[in-house]
């Protein structure tokens, strides 16, 4: 299936993993790979070190291309980004910050950059900066999101119409057809996320892959606007935010209640009560845990059967 | 084009014109469907005389279908009904309340019922109360809201799971790329609304319809939430609504601060500035004001190409 994002990355289907905190390890990254989609390691919840076992132990497990995905938030980037071009990393996706301060630095190194945005001024910007391609993350995403709150079929044309750079749709992908559909809109690819959690590669805690799986329409939500929007599953963490918000929050007191750690006391150790529990709104349509190779091959099969049935509409 | 959408309504195109306050009076719904797509006169901002008036002349500008919208917390909501049945109005959207109540009553007399609903659980009622179709809308529609904040993208493939009668999408629905994008999903027509205020003959004060023109992304919020979650344009009205939440807002004084005749004043007065202006978020890529034909036919027409354009994907 050529297409701009297949040849991007030199893969076979225009299908990105994205690369998930405590969820997108060595063994989901690789699983999608092989499986002809891009993996990508999450190296925002990884110590440098513990990215460069994931990314030696990917390199092992598959000789395709696969990617590694890094906030610029993180505090010891500079290590992150140190260690991707020793490994010889070929594809980084950057995220949460200013696609000017790495861009050219990995490009100079061979390295073919794509910045994550949840609005067409970024995105504008990202292309501006010299990307090599966008992924635009709707409001419906898993995870931290934009204040704009526009959603994937509002974002994509949107997107679409001010940039040349090849375009990755993100939020609400969890199906052949919703890849479809937003390659309709004018994406060139898709970064599915939700449906790649509920795999059997995938890190992620055992408990909270079945909650996803048991995730019911308006079980998400986003909130902490005040500090970084997130979308997350509804528990007895999210109440005591929405507790504190009835009484008047302060940013201090979100930052207090939310503390450190959450996510992975969630998402990696499976305290389902405690935990910041990232996941989009499309796992109310999630309802089982597959192999990573399926959740590819069946997107895939889904995809063209939709395409033949959209001659017929 | 035939499909359940055009069959249900006799129609020519699976594009319904929402029912909005405001807005959508006898000359932008007599447009639409003489244009091929389903004309809906919005009776929520009408008082029963002049519902009746608008029949009227809908009824002699056009000899096509059309559909009356009626909004169930309308006090008067029995007076409305008596006069739809009484000119003959062959189909009915309800939408805000319980479609238990009103759907026996009118399809006994021959009306086609659509129920307008937010997410899977009231489509589901919907199809138990025995309605014919379904409005699925999603978080970025404009106007009142669901408190699940589902996305289109989200929300319809998941009513089609559980439904069986045909699927209207609706929200952030202004291009033929968004009709095919939806029915991909699953839905067998689509609800516009937005795109139909930009419009020559849509009721709303050429004030507002400049501003939609000029809306950019992230100029509506979904707010009033404790009330009932309506997304509007950002202007000095929803500021102070949002200085209001910052000073923690109780229920009564968000009444307070709404009032009355908010939504008159601004769609239909053109007070830009105390007024209620509801959207969607997709007026972000709405640039011009046409005729409703045109818009019609350019929906149509891109469409097409797109449906041509996914052979090749």
């Known amino acids: 299936m050529p297409n701009k994002i297949t040849e991007l990355f030199e893969i076979e289907y225009p299908i990105v993993q994205a690369g998930m905190v405590w969820a997108s390890g060595w063994r989901l990254a690789s699983a999608v790979s092989n499986a002809g989609g891009l993996g990508v390691l999450g190296a925002g919840s990884m110590y ?3 990215l460069r076992e ?19 938030l993180y505090p010891d980037v500079d290590k992150l980004m140190a260690i991707i071009v020793e490994l010889g990393v070929k ?14 630095f990995l490009q100079d190194k ?3 950059v794509v910045h994550v945005v949840s609005s067409v001024k970024f995105a504008q910007k990202a292309e501006e900066a010299g990307v090599n391609a966008i992924v635009a993350e709707g409001f419906e995403a898993g995870g931290h999101n934009g204040r704009d ?81 997130v979308r997350l599953l509804k528990n007895k963490f999210y109440e005591d935010v929405q507790q504190t918000y009835a009484q008047g929050a302060s940013i201090e007191e979100l930052k207090n209640i939310l503390g450190k750690g959450r996510a992975k006391r969630g998402m990696f150790e499976g305290d389902m009560e405690e935990g910041e529990l990232e996941i989009g709104q499309v796992s109310s349509i999630i309802n089982d845990i597959k192999p990573a190779a399926t959740i590819v091959a069946d997107l895939m099969s889904e995809f063209n059967l939709a395409k033949k049935e959209t001659a017929g509409l």
Not at 164 to 171: D, F, N, R, S, Y
Not at 177 to 201: H, K, N, P, Y
């Open 48 to 50: 440098p070190e513990v």
């Open 54 to 72: 994931h990314i030696h132990k990917c390199q092992q497990a598959t000789t395709k291309p696969f990617g590694v995905n890094v906030p610029m």
């Open 91 to 104: 594809i980084v996706f950057t995220s949460a910050g200013n696609p000017k301060k790495w861009t050219s």
């Open 110 to 112: 061979g390295i073919t």
């Open 149 to 229: 709150e526009t959603t994937t079929l509002t974002l994509i044309p949107a997107v679409k119409e001010k940039i040349k750079i090849p375009l990755i749709a993100a939020g609400g992908i969890a199906t052949g057809r919703g890849i479809l559909a937003t390659m309709i809109l004018g994406a060139d690819g898709v970064q599915v996320g939700s449906r790649f959690v509920a795999s059997q590669e995938a890190s992620s805690h055992d408990l909270f892959k079945q909650k996803i799986i048991e995730a019911k329409e308006g079980d998400t939500h986003l909130t902490l606007k005040e500090l970084a929007p």
